[in-house]
């Protein structure tokens, strides 16, 4: 017997970073995943990255598409500010509220970050770059 499993083609990953995440899909062919691995091998071959309602991987979404210059768009949700007391606004005040975490978050590449309304009601700013100026 052939214990290789087959390649699944997909177009879009889900990767945890950190740990594995607990999920109702524990069975691998359930859906793509990546295990946990290096952010370079996750992010290198990706051509965008994008975010939707990622809670607390928010941020870090952000971080990793400004450091390797990779397209991206988050739709930022919760702002968890007891799990991040360090984020803080021009001025010193703390991020509090979902208007703080957008403002927060695009002040992280001011030139390249945009902001887009979307048209529906609650968590309904996208958040977006496409580093073309780079090229």
Not at 11 to 17: D, G, N, T, Y
Not at 28 to 37: L, R
């Amino acid at each position: 017997t052939n214990s290789v499993q087959p390649v699944i083609p997909y177009r879009s990953l889900r990767a945890w970073f950190g740990q594995v995440m607990e999920t109702e899909h524990r069975n691998p062919d359930d859906a793509p995943n990546i295990s946990v691995c290096g952010e370079e091998t996750t992010i290198s071959g990706a051509s965008s990255l994008i975010a939707l309602h990622p809670d607390e991987a928010t941020e870090s979404v952000v971080d990793a598409a400004i450091r390797h210059r990779k397209p991206f768009v988050v739709v930022p949700c919760c702002v968890f500010a007891r799990l991040f007391p360090e984020r803080r606004q021009h001025g010193g005040r703390p991020v509090t509220t979902r208007a703080d975490f957008c403002n927060y978050l695009q002040a992280k590449a001011p030139d390249d970050i945009q902001r887009t309304l979307l048209p529906f009601e609650g968590a309904n700013v996208a958040l977006w770059a496409t580093f073309c100026s780079d090229q």
